[in-house]
């Protein structure tokens, strides 16, 4: 089966992932979009999300927290603010975020910045799927 390298680098690790692989399926401010090898070129903004990558007949998770994802026929490079693999999660740290930007969402208040508090919102949530934890 063909494959595409995907480069993954965030400002704080360098590179956090180097491998060949068979697809991407990731989430951009165009849709969820999957990448296959010899795939278009395309440069877009990435969402906080649970990105999975197949490769050799399974599947990984990843979290990128946003950024940026340029493809080309042969390559996928992506410049996250941040990039977690499951083991680098901490399940509680996570939760607690999830916790802290559901309340401020539903108070409603003017001094909230509802902008932010959906982003981080957006990451816990994110990272908890990464884990496989239950939401909520």
Avoid: W
């Avoid at 395309?42 to 007949?57: D, N, S, V, W, Y």
């Avoid at 083991?87 to 509680?92: C, L, R, S």
Wanted: proline share 4%; net charge negative; charged share 30%.
């Amino acid at each position: 089966m063909a494959t595409i390298l995907l480069e993954i680098a965030t400002p704080d690790k360098g590179e956090v992932y180097a491998k060949e692989i068979n697809m991407l399926i990731c989430r951009s401010v165009c849709g969820e979009l999957g990448i296959l090898p010899k795939h278009a070129r395309l440069m877009t903004e990435l969402l906080p999300h649970a990105m999975r990558i197949k490769e050799g007949g399974g599947e990984t998770q990843l979290f990128v927290s946003g950024g940026f994802m340029e493809v080309t026929p042969e390559k996928i490079t992506i410049l996250a603010d941040a990039a977690e693999a499951p083991d680098d999660i901490d399940v509680e740290r996570a939760r607690a975020a999830y916790k802290r930007a559901e309340e401020r969402l539903a108070k409603k208040d003017s001094d909230i910045d509802i902008d932010r508090a959906e982003a981080a919102l957006a990451r816990a949530k994110a990272r908890l799927l990464v884990k496989g934890v239950p939401i909520g």
